[in-house]
C-alpha cells in the first residue's frame, strides 16, 4: 500500500514538472526566437512481487511477477524547430532560418542566441555598435565587434542574406561594405546548450564546440533576413491540450493517493 | 471459521498489489513507450476438506466433504504490448517504433557495469561525437550490436555529428545519401522471457532469444504510453470495492467468532 502511494506520489512530482513547463513555454509564447521545452518520463525501478509466477493456467513462468514504482523527469528537452518570421520595421531585427546561432560578447563572455532583435549603440570612439537589447556586442567572423560610422544613415545599413556580409551606404548615397560579415555558428548537439536566460546559451560539453557556419565542411548554411524577427515555436494549442493531459494525470495520481489512504484506513479499522 | 479469516486476507493483500500495479500504470501515463501492467491473481492449490474423528457416525472414519481453496496470490504481472499513439517531436535524433521489437542499449549502471538492455523509448540525441545516446547517456546499438549481442566500440550508432541525417523505416540512417549506420531493432522471440528493469529499460532472460524485426522505425517522433487512464480509473474503482468487500468479509467472520467465544462459550 504505501508503495502505491509513493509511486503516486512520483506521478504527482512528474506531471508538476510538466506543468511548470507548460507554463514557462505559453510565458514565452510572445519570446523572440523562444524554443519550446518539454519534460521526458521514465519508469523508476522495478520491484518483484512473486519470484516464481504462473500464467491464468497456472503454469509457471520465466520471470517473476514484477511491479514498478513509478515515474521520474528523465530530461527537459527543447525543441529547436524553426519558429515564424515575423516582419519588423527594424533594419537591425535579423531572422536565422537554419539552425545558426548568433554570436554575442559581454565584456569577455561569448554567448549564443538566436533573437536577432538588435539595435546600435555608441562606443566609446563614436560609431555605431551592433548589440542586442541588452547590450551584448553582436560579433563578425574575425570576432570582432560589428561596427559602422555614426554619420552612416539609420536606414541604410545592408545584411547579405548568404553570407552575413555587412554595408552601409555614405553621406554620398554610395554603398561602402564594411568587410565585416556577421558570423553564425552551429552545434553538434544543440540541446545541450546551457539556457542562460535572457534568449541566451552557452556551450557545454554536451552542447560541444561551436561550428563556425563559414568555413565547417558540410554545414548546411543558415541564412539571416533582415527586417525580420523569429517568432517562439510555442503552439498555444499543443501548450493547451498537454497541459489538459498534465493536469488530468496529475488528479488521476491524486485519486490513486485518496483510494490507496482509504484502503490502508479500511485496513487499520479491522481491529474495532 | 478461521480459514475464512485467511482466505478473505489473501484477496485483501492481492488487491493491495493489484493496486501498486495499477498506481504505476497512472504514473507513468506519460512516459515514452510505457507498456501497461495488469495483476493476475493466481487461486492457491485446491485442497481436499476432510471431516475427522465424526464421533457420532459408528465407524469412526475421516469423511471426504470436498475440495476448498484458501485464497488467492499474485500469479503474474502481464504486460499489454500494445502498440502505443505517435507523438509528433518534430526532433531528428527522436525515433518511435510501430509493430514489435526494441532499440539495444548499452547500458551502463552506476557501479560502471556494462550490459544490453531493450527499450521502446526512442527519444535518443546525438552526441558531440556523433553517438546516439539515450536520455539518460547510453549508447544505442547499431544492428550489428543488436542482433550479434556485443557493445562497444562498432557496435554503437555513430554518424558524422556536422551533417544533417534522415532515418528511414528500417533503421538506416542516411547523410548526403549515403547510408552510414543502421538503429539496430531486434524483437523477442517469447515475451514472457523479458524482465523490466526500470528506466524505460528491459532485460532479456536466458530462454528468451533475439529475432529479427519488422518494426518500423518513425523519425521525428515518440510513441506515447499507452496507459488507457479510463480503464485505470475503472479498475481503481473495482480494485477499491474488492478490497472494502475482503474487509467486510473479515469483520463477519470475526463477528461470528466473537458470538462463538462470548455469547455460546459462556461459562
Redesign the interface.
Known amino acids: 500500500?504505501v508503495?502505491?502511494l509513493w509511486?503516486?506520489a512520483?506521478?504527482m512530482k512528474?506531471?508538476q514538472t510538466?506543468v511548470d513547463t507548460i507554463a514557462n513555454n505559453l510565458a514565452n509564447v510572445n519570446t523572440t526566437a523562444y524554443k519550446t521545452q518539454?519534460?521526458?518520463?521514465?519508469?523508476?525501478?522495478?520491484q518483484t512481487?512473486?519470484a516464481t509466477?504462473?500464467?491464468?493456467n497456472?503454469d509457471s513462468?520465466?520471470?517473476?511477477?514484477?511491479?514498478?514504482?513509478?515515474?521520474r523527469v528523465?530530461?527537459l528537452?527543447a525543441?529547436?524547430?524553426q519558429g515564424n518570421q515575423i516582419a519588423t520595421e527594424s533594419q537591425t531585427a535579423m531572422c536565422i532560418v537554419g539552425e545558426g546561432f548568433f554570436a554575442v560578447q559581454d565584456s569577455d563572455e561569448t554567448h549564443y542566441t538566436r533573437n536577432g532583435n538588435f539595435t546600435w549603440a555608441i562606443n566609446e570612439q563614436g560609431n555605431k555598435v551592433l548589440t542586442t537589447a541588452e547590450g551584448y556586442q553582436v560579433l563578425d567572423q574575425a570576432g570582432n565587434i560589428i561596427a559602422i560610422p555614426n554619420t552612416a544613415g539609420d536606414l541604410n545599413f545592408a545584411v547579405d542574406p548568404e553570407t552575413g556580409a555587412t554595408s552601409y551606404k555614405n553621406a554620398q548615397g554610395q554603398v561602402v561594405q564594411t568587410g565585416q560579415r556577421i558570423a553564425l555558428y552551429?552545434f553538434?548537439?544543440r540541446?545541450?546548450l546551457d539556457k542562460i536566460g535572457e534568449n541566451l546559451y552557452d556551450e557545454s560539453?554536451?552542447?560541444?564546440?561551436p561550428?563556425s557556419e563559414w568555413n565547417?565542411?558540410?554545414?548546411?548554411r543558415s541564412q539571416i533576413f533582415q527586417n525580420y524577427l523569429e517568432g517562439s515555436n510555442v503552439n498555444v494549442a499543443d501548450e493547451m491540450v498537454n497541459l489538459i493531459?498534465?493536469q488530468?494525470?496529475y488528479e488521476?495520481?491524486s485519486?490513486?493517493i485518496t483510494?490507496?489512504d482509504?484502503?490502508l484506513e479500511?485496513?487499520n479499522?479491522?481491529k474495532? | 471459521m478461521v480459514k475464512g479469516l485467511y482466505t478473505a486476507f489473501t484477496g485483501?493483500v492481492n488487491?493491495?498489489?493489484r493496486?501498486?500495479?495499477?498506481?504505476?500504470n497512472?504514473?507513468?501515463?506519460?512516459?515514452?513507450g510505457?507498456k501497461k501492467?495488469a495483476?493476475?491473481a493466481?487461486a492457491f492449490d485446491e485442497k481436499l476438506a476432510i471431516k475427522i474423528k465424526d464421533t457420532s457416525h459408528w465407524h469412526n472414519m475421516p469423511e471426504k466433504i470436498g475440495s476448498i481453496s484458501l485464497g488467492a496470490?499474485?500469479?503474474?504481472?502481464y504486460t499489454n504490448w500494445d502498440q502505443g499513439a505517435f507523438q509528433v517531436?518534430?526532433?531528428d535524433s527522436d525515433v518511435a517504433l510501430g509493430g514489435r521489437g526494441f532499440f539495444a542499449i548499452e547500458f551502463t549502471n552506476k557501479a560502471g557495469e556494462t550490459s544490453i538492455k531493450y527499450t521502446r523509448?526512442g527519444?535518443f540525441?546525438?552526441?558531440?561525437d556523433?553517438y546516439l545516446r539515450t536520455?539518460?547517456g547510453d549508447y544505442v546499438l547499431n544492428s550489428d550490436g543488436a542482433l550479434s549481442s556485443q557493445y562497444g566500440d562498432g557496435y554503437r550508432v555513430q554518424i558524422?555529428?556536422?551533417?544533417?541525417y534522415t532515418i528511414a523505416s528500417d533503421g538506416t540512417i542516411y547523410q548526403?545519401n549515403e547510408e552510414v549506420d543502421t538503429i539496430g531493432v531486434i524483437d523477442i522471440d517469447n515475451y514472457?522471457?523479458?524482465?523490466?528493469?526500470?528506466?524505460?529499460l528491459y532485460d532479456l532472460?536466458p530462454?528468451?532469444n533475439i529475432v529479427e524485426s519488422e518494426a518500423i522505425v518513425e523519425q521525428g517522433m515518440l510513441e506515447a504510453s499507452n496507459v488507457n487512464?479510463v480503464d485505470?480509473?475503472v479498475s481503481?474503482i473495482t480494485?477499491?470495492r474488492a478490497?472494502?468487500a475482503g474487509?467486510k468479509m473479515?469483520?463477519t467472520e470475526?463477528s461470528t467468532l466473537e458470538k462463538t467465544v462470548n455469547t455460546i462459550g459462556r461459562v
Open positions: 500500500m508503495r502505491s509511486s503516486a512520483s506521478g512528474g506531471q510538466q518539454s519534460a521526458q518520463f521514465k519508469t523508476l525501478l522495478y512481487l512473486e509466477s504462473t500464467n491464468a497456472g513462468k520465466p520471470t517473476s511477477a514484477q511491479v514498478g514504482l513509478g515515474t528523465a530530461s528537452n525543441n529547436f524547430a552551429q553538434t548537439n540541446v545541450g560539453a554536451a552542447s560541444g564546440e561550428l565547417t565542411q558540410g554545414v548546411t493531459i498534465a488530468r494525470a488521476m495520481n485519486k490513486a483510494t490507496s482509504t484502503m479500511q485496513a479499522n479491522l474495532r | 485483501m488487491e493491495q498489489k493496486m501498486d500495479v495499477m498506481t504505476n497512472l504514473a507513468n501515463s506519460a512516459t515514452t510505457y501492467e495483476m493476475v493466481q496470490k499474485v500469479g503474474e504481472t517531436t518534430d526532433k523509448d527519444a540525441t546525438v552526441d558531440v556523433g536520455s539518460d558524422d555529428p556536422v551533417l544533417k548526403n514472457d522471457y523479458i524482465n523490466k528493469y526500470g528506466e524505460n532472460i530462454g528468451g487512464v485505470e480509473m481503481m480494485i477499491a478490497y472494502e474487509q473479515i469483520q470475526d
